[in-house]
DNA sequence: GTTAGCAGTCAAAGCATAAGAGTGCTAACA
DNA sequence: TGTTAGCACTCTTATGCTTTGACTGCTAAC
């Protein structure tokens, strides 16, 4: 995007920044003497109002009609941003509220996505959408299968960042003791391979496998397919998984059912989702308005972060809101959550010796 | 409640039930020509009228202002829904996605109560509300402790209808096998045990313990203490999940966002919801407008069964809507799911010698 | 008991008017 | 050249009034 604007005089910076502001707390549009009030006590409105019409030229603001008052463009609300990053005040509230979620985390994968996206939209009061993103690029740390009484059994996969686990059909010819052998040798042929690798390369590896534990090759069958129809289903319904939708209708833009539900439709689309979410985001980074690939969502802004690891996002999680929303408390939770993501990645490679000795 | 009602006459009678049912389907008042065209072709409006006028004296229909036509009150929907039941319709397409849920179902009890939840919401279009009512009831058929690499250990205690599951901090001094033998102890001692049998009783079981086994002591605390984490959080927030509570908007008389919130608030209120759902239901059972208990609700109705086991609740499921709500679509949904329920219980028993012998 | 017919009632829609909030523009001033 | 006062202009919103049409209630006759 090549910088060719001609650049803002210090008073008209000053002056968007101070509407952008006004508009995100007050929902409605911006006037020149409430600028005044705010800013310029010692100019009078009709300059505000010379300046306001020169940002409207540049395409920060607009009119809704002649004679109202002016509103934010996408353009005005990326000034405002990228004004704002780097100064990010951390609002102590939302962030005991996160903290006390990882206090008692969840070791399930699948439960603790679910757990992110209730406690940031509880925090921020807007919906959020968690994506699993690089589902099958988690490393395998450890493999356990578990017969259970009703003729299933229990896949556990310890990966690098928390647990995978899906139920197979057990079989009752199978001794107990043969599922525990299973595991310790899926465990020590597949420990730090991926997922995906797994699924992938264990057909031929029951294959080569020696004809005294060949006995095993029944249940590895039965685990791949398990863990295929797991993975199917995250990828068919995308990993998305989102909370707080309601919170839509609080904000005044979306108060109508009708628009709301239009959003939140697209909010369960994985393929809407996907596209939105399509590029890696290490840092918080905002889509605002028209910069959303999405028809639907061209009136929303929202929040992105990815929780990493190595490098590579596991998950992408994305908070949506009107564009006038309050883009600085939303960065500081996204920024906390993601960092004590970063905490629990730490603790689980501290074991990790630990877990070897067996 | 006595049965001091002078019985309505066969016509008026049909009159009423076709008023009910034509208001369920158009959710507009009815008019003593749309009587007409639907049930009395025969017969005049001006007759009509006067059967509406009659019932309306009888509090079985009423206005909402004069000259408008007329609209079910509680007690009409009660009517309605008494001559109906015995003679409830299920409809296939419901009952197929129902059955499909069943298919691949979860083993965990949390997640299947979300998941009865999501697919009853998903079947019926209105908002569906499950809550865990005996949890504590349920009968331990097996406990496993794995010890895992995170410096943690899952507890997963089998019962007779699904898999609890919750984590606890583990020692790293104490070696593998002791979980292992610890989890047998715990399963030959608590077997046919309640959940709440035996955090009631491992106090006085630890003391009594012999001296060679005293080293699981600490485990058998651990346990305890993770279980009880756990039933206090399911108690605290009342073991409730909802589901679809956005399908509220759907119909007309919600499409207000301020009412909807409103009672969608009164949904993830535990206190609220326990009301409701105090008294136990063991058929699909209606609670009709003012029948409801609770003040926020008296303009819905809801549809309610419970999932039970050896004659105990284990979970209520209810179903949130208008007054004006299919009953007849609803129950039949309700009443295959508890079926589909009950299946499983049957299949886990069938299982239970299996697990014995070991 | 049933019916035709007519008067009466009320909600909803349409229209005109008035009020009010803001801007745009011009002309004057520093 | 930047700033300002002042006034005309625009457009939204609120309000009241009127009309329309859908029903019912009631009466009198069958």
Known sequence: MPEEEIKLS???????????????????????????????????????RNELNALEAMGYLKQLHTSSGRVPTSKGYRFYVNSMMGDIPLDKKVLNEIHQMFEKRTVYLGEMVGEIASVISKATNYPTVVMLKGFEKLVIKNVKIIPLLTGQALILI??????????????????????????????????????SDMIKNMPKYIEKMDSEVKEFSTIFTTVIKSLRTLTDN???????????????????????????????NVLSNPNEIKEVFSEDSAEVSFQIGSEIPVEELKDCSIARADYQVDGKSIASIGIIGPQRMDYAKIASALK????????????THKEEKEGDKK
């Open 336 to 347: 906390f959550v993601v960092g004590e993501f970063q905490n629990l990645k730490a603790l």
């Open 234 to 264: 995250l990828t068919q319904k995308g990993g998305i998984t989102a909370r707080g939708e309601l919170k839509l209708l609080n904000t005044p833009e979306y108060s109508d059912p009708q628009k709301a539900k239009q959003i939140i």
């Open 10 to 48: 210090e008073r008209k910076q000053k002056i968007l920044l101070v509407a952008v502001e006004d508009y995100i707390q007050k929902a409605s549009p911006i006037t020149s003497s409430a600028i005044q009030h705010k800013y310029a006590k010692s100019l009078s409105t009709a300059t505000l």
């Open 158 to 195: 310890e990966t690098n960042s928390g647990i995978i686990s899906n139920s197979m059909e057990s079989d009752e010819k199978i001794p107990q003791q043969s599922y525990i052998d299973a595991s310790n040798l899926l465990t020590k042929t597949f420990c730090n391979s991926t997922v």
